[in-house]
């Protein structure tokens, strides 16, 4: 600090302050406001002193944020996409993309069906002679009451834990370091989860609306992944519905399906086999009856 300011900065700056605002002080009004100026920041900068005497850069190295989750769940199908998988949570949750191994011991398929009338994608043990394979999908952390919640949509799934060697991370995002990581897998009452799920028929087909959801969730991340989640699923059928709204129109209502029949195409078999409502109808319509 100058020389000619250690004077003035030994007095007591609060009297200071008070004197010259009430005229004790016998100065010009504006020497007067120029040390009440200069005594308010003498303060501030006594205060901003100490705070940074009181708590040292280093002290909050290896510090973790409070509240950090513990409870995380593996999507592979819908919950791949952020809408559908928002439309369940409390508030918008952000995933990140990761891997099964196939050492897991599952593979995923058309295997549960929906009490609306289709079979959606889950995971069932190996059949003989069958190799597995890696799933790839995103993983999100669940808070308050969100595990309820998604355990409520789930139904007909059994929440299994994921050991951690078992999962892998697939960008720079990391995989959590602590907590409990849960996939969930169809179950049928009386056996483990897995075994003897049901593969889709006339009654139960593929439904066009509910693919489009886990494709444009895999664009989210990128259309190799997306080839991806065409690719490390097994059971494709010809029992496929194309049910889009506007189904022969699907740009008015589905703006991906573009993008998504293209990966169709080249990636899923029995897509030459999808049908629209009608046809479908007509084609399998004894099927059904029976």
Same mark, same amino acid.
């Given at each position: 600090?100058?020389? %000619?300011?250690?004077?003035?900065?030994?007095?007591?700056?609060?009297?200071?302050?008070?004197?010259?605002?009430?005229?004790? !002080?016998?100065?010009?009004?504006? !020497?007067?406001?120029?040390?009440? +100026?200069?005594?308010?920041? !003498?303060?501030?900068?006594?205060?901003?002193?100490?705070?940074?005497?009181? +708590?040292?850069?280093?002290?909050?190295?290896?510090?973790?944020?409070? /509240?950090?989750?513990? &409870?995380?769940?593996?999507?592979? %199908?819908?919950?791949?996409?952020? $809408?559908?998988?928002?439309?369940?949570?409390?508030?918008?949750?952000?995933?990140?993309?990761?891997?099964?191994?196939? $050492?897991?011991?599952?593979?995923?398929? @058309?295997?549960?069906?929906?009490?609306?009338?289709?079979?959606?994608?889950?995971?069932?043990?190996?059949?003989?002679?069958?190799?597995?394979?890696?799933?790839?999908?995103?993983?999100?952390?669940?808070?308050?009451?969100?595990?309820?919640?998604?355990?409520?949509?789930?139904?007909?799934?059994?929440?299994?834990?994921?050991?951690? #060697?078992? +999962?892998?991370?697939? $960008?720079?995002?990391?995989?959590?370091?602590?907590?409990?990581?849960?996939?969930?897998?169809?179950?049928?009452?009386?056996?483990?989860?897995?075994?003897?799920?049901?593969?889709?028929?006339?009654?139960?087909?593929?439904? &066009? $609306?509910?693919?489009?959801?886990?494709?444009?969730? /895999?664009?989210?991340?990128? +259309?190799?992944?997306?080839?991806?989640?065409?690719?490390?699923?097994?059971? @494709?059928?010809?029992? @496929?519905?194309?049910?889009?709204?506007?189904?022969?129109?699907? @740009?008015?209502?589905?703006? #991906?399906?573009?993008?998504?029949?293209?990966?169709?195409?080249?990636?899923?078999?029995?897509?030459? #086999?999808?049908?629209?409502?009608?046809?479908?109808?007509?084609?399998?319509?004894? &099927?059904?009856?029976?």
């Amino acid at each position: 600090m100058p020389t %000619g300011c250690r004077g003035l900065c030994a007095f007591d700056v609060g009297v200071l302050l008070r004197f010259a605002d009430r005229g004790v !002080l016998d100065l010009p009004s504006a !020497l007067a406001e120029r040390i009440m +100026i200069f005594a308010r920041t !003498l303060i501030q900068l006594a205060l901003l002193v100490g705070l940074a005497g009181s +708590i040292r850069a280093d002290e909050f190295w290896g510090r973790r944020l409070p /509240g950090e989750p513990t &409870q995380f769940i593996f999507g592979y %199908g819908s919950l791949i996409n952020s $809408s559908s998988r928002n439309a369940t949570a409390s508030q918008p949750i952000v995933a990140i993309p990761a891997r099964l191994s196939a $050492s897991f011991g599952y593979v995923r398929g @058309w295997t549960i069906r929906s009490p609306s009338g289709f079979t959606a994608l889950g995971l069932r043990r190996l059949g003989a002679g069958e190799n597995g394979m890696s799933i790839n999908g995103v993983l999100y952390p669940v808070q308050g009451n969100d595990m309820a919640a998604f355990d409520a949509r789930e139904e007909g799934y059994q929440r299994v834990e994921v050991p951690l #060697d078992k +999962i892998e991370a697939v $960008s720079w995002q990391r995989l959590p370091e602590q907590g409990k990581i849960w996939v969930y897998i169809p179950a049928i009452p009386g056996q483990e989860p897995g075994v003897g799920l049901p593969l889709p028929t006339a009654e139960y087909p593929i439904l &066009q $609306s509910y693919l489009d959801v886990v494709i444009e969730g /895999g664009l989210e991340y990128g +259309i190799d992944y997306a080839r991806e989640i065409l690719a490390s699923t097994s059971d @494709w059928s010809a029992y @496929w519905l194309n049910d889009r709204p506007l189904a022969r129109r699907p @740009w008015v209502y589905t703006k #991906d399906h573009a993008a998504v029949d293209k990966l169709l195409t080249g990636s899923a078999p029995h897509f030459n #086999d999808r049908l629209y409502a009608e046809p479908y109808a007509a084609k399998y319509l004894m &099927q059904m009856r029976q």
